[in-house]
């Protein structure tokens, strides 16, 4: 593959260090790699090893210098046609998003800080098609601050060069230009001196000034430079008055950090730094100027690999904590103190060598390496997507995702509210679905029109949306593609002239598959002359996460707004559910848009949660997953709890909920789902949620045996789509 990585500047530093290990690493592995930065001392390492650097000003806002960086790494792309391009900043980044729609490279970005964020600075940054985050809790920061997609972040270690990094006996090389260190015993810390970072390194030479005293061979070397450097440095000098010795040594920013380390004694600092140290098999205290977590071990492994090395919300370091682990460490036996240097060397080489991280990225760019998005597509995809409609979501997640299983290198186009969110979240070409124009010209380039899923050929959201959807029919055929209705469901429809409507455009379709009974049944009896096949909806593969399943026993309840009166009831026996059975209410807004009201007037009234909106249609089928019982009255929930073996009850004036439930019924023999209408009552609603739970085991066996089932229908009406 080619590939280009691109950062600010190659400078001195974890991220730097990161990328270097990256390139060279990706280079060894007969892999074309570029790196484009603005220069900097580790720019002549990249070349030593084969790996081209390109100067590019990627490290500065200024207006001028941004468009230089664009024109320059617009030349750059055009002329090497990168396969993957891989940014490392929030600048390489900015720029790169602009140029990935003109080329159409694949884009991926690195998460190595949690960054300030601000409204101006979110809507700028671009995380691309996918992220890769350096530890749990940066993953974490990208969801929580960015709505950027679970499933598209992956968790990649700081890659350690285990072999360069290891460890060695000390050979003083060190000592001839600072004599000093010679028969010491060496403390090194290693990290930028800014003001944001530098806690640390004035917390370790407060603390020297009781080791040195408790321990009057050790001495404390700090490496790194920044614009905290001077005062670092007379702290430092402060310490040596007090102790009148020259205890602690700041040395700047060094290229040869690993000399150090062979002839250090230990580490005190954070991140890549202090994972280096312990490559070499040096006991390490971990601690950073975002929090303190103590000597590496067994017992500070989780907290380690959640930060990153780094500490974040562990506490601050004090010159007390760091006093304490750096002289429990000086205090150990020659026996205690090589077990804990080789226990650091194991663990590096098992989980954040350069190997692992490269398998990482490796397996990933060539997975999104095969991904086309050209000017010709396979298939142009059509539904109400980008509207944050968690059922329609899950749709285009699922139909997407069961081509490019059939056919990895798909040119996939979709027609979508939301074309830039859409085309990152899933490597797809996209068009604004409103635009008639680009709709048009993309439809000419396509081969297959897929028209789904859902009930997108009804008139009772509206007349408007039932001719829009059947005029896209019309354009489909017109401009040639091969049209098919697939996974859809029809009605309802108020009006016999949206019914006649409806029927004159599905009746030109080329192939149909219907997700229920009902609709298969009507489009039967409205285009007889056609074959429609019984499929199933494809939300049915979707894997929920169980990370938002809730602690405690629970039921949840997808609402919908139908009346006052039926809200009230439904309300009501929300809140009998809850203190009858002893369950907490969780309310889930399936469309937050138009949910978001009535499932807080709920959630109010039945003293349960309200489920933060934004969350994915995977952890929605978690959630319910680990539901005792739930109350939809959307349909996805119901998929959601088929997919998650809960036990579920339709409350709905909608026959699409009835018609499905039927038809789980009727595959499985339980006779168990049930479904209500909106005019039920209170107490008709608790009573038959009090047979549901009490068949609950049966419910949940039933419908895990099912699923298999369901999903093979699913699979099979694939084959329409070629």
Known sequence: ??????????????????????????????????????????????????????????????????????????????????????????????????????????????????????????????????????????????????????????????????????????????????????????????????????????????????????????????????????????????????????????????????????????????????????????????????????????????DCEKTNFCGRDMGIPTSEKLCRDISAVLSTKEEEYTSLGNFCREYVCGHYSVGIMTDIYEREYERLSKIVTGKRHDYTLCGYYGFGNLGDEALEECIISSVRERKPSADICVMTHTPKKTSRRFSVGTVQRMNIFAVSKALKNTDTFIFGGGNLLQDKTSSQSLVYYTKMLDIAKKKGCRTVIFANGLGPFEKASGLRLAARAAAEADEVSMRESYSLELFRELCPVSDPILGFDPAITVVPDMSAKRDGRYFVVAPKFFSSTAERELTEAAGNISREFGLKAYILPMYEKEDASVCRRIAYGCNGEVVNGGISPQEAAGLISGAELLLGSRLHSLIFATVGACPMIAVSDDIKLFSYVDMINAKTDSGRLCYLTEDSGAEEITKLAFETLSSSVNIRALLSRGLDEWKKTYIKSLDILR
């Open 1 to 302: 593959m080619k590939i280009l990585l691109c950062t600010m500047k190659m400078d001195i530093g974890g991220a730097e260090t990161h990328i270097l290990e990256l390139a060279k690493a990706l280079y060894a592995r007969g892999h074309d790699v570029t790196v484009a930065s603005g220069g900097g001392r580790f720019a002549a390492e990249l070349e030593r090893t084969g790996v081209e650097h390109v100067n590019v000003p990627l490290y500065s806002k200024n207006p001028f210098l941004l468009a230089a960086a664009e024109i320059k790494l617009s030349s750059l792309i055009a002329r090497e046609k990168f396969d993957i391009v891989h940014a490392h900043a929030r600048i390489p980044a900015f720029v790169c998003g602009k140029l990935q729609k003109k080329y159409g490279f694949r884009f991926v970005t690195t998460a190595h800080y949690d960054f300030r964020v601000t409204p101006l600075l979110r809507k700028m940054t671009d995380w691309g098609e996918h992220c890769f985050a350096v530890s749990p809790d940066i993953k974490d920061y990208v969801i929580k601050n960015y709505a950027f997609p679970k499933k598209n972040i992956t968790v990649v270690p700081n890659g350690i060069d285990t072999d360069v990094f290891s460890p060695s006996s000390p050979d003083g090389e060190i000592f001839g230009e600072f004599p000093e260190l010679k028969d010491k015993r060496i403390i090194l810390h290693v990290s930028r001196l800014e003001e944001y970072s530098s806690l640390c390194a004035k917390c370790l030479i407060k603390a020297m000034e009781r080791i040195g005293v408790d321990f009057p061979d050790s001495v404390l070397v700090i490496i790194g430079g920044g614009k905290d450097f001077d005062f670092v440095s007379e702290l430092a000098e402060r310490t040596n008055s007090k102790l009148g010795r020259k205890a602690v040594f700041a040395l700047g920013a060094r290229t040869d950090v690993r000399k150090f380390i062979t002839d250090s004694y230990m580490f005190a600092g954070p991140s890549r730094a202090a994972l280096e140290a312990m490559a070499c098999g040096k006991p390490t205290v971990v601690s950073g100027s975002q929090g303190h977590i103590g000597i590496f071990s067994m017992e500070t492994i989780p």
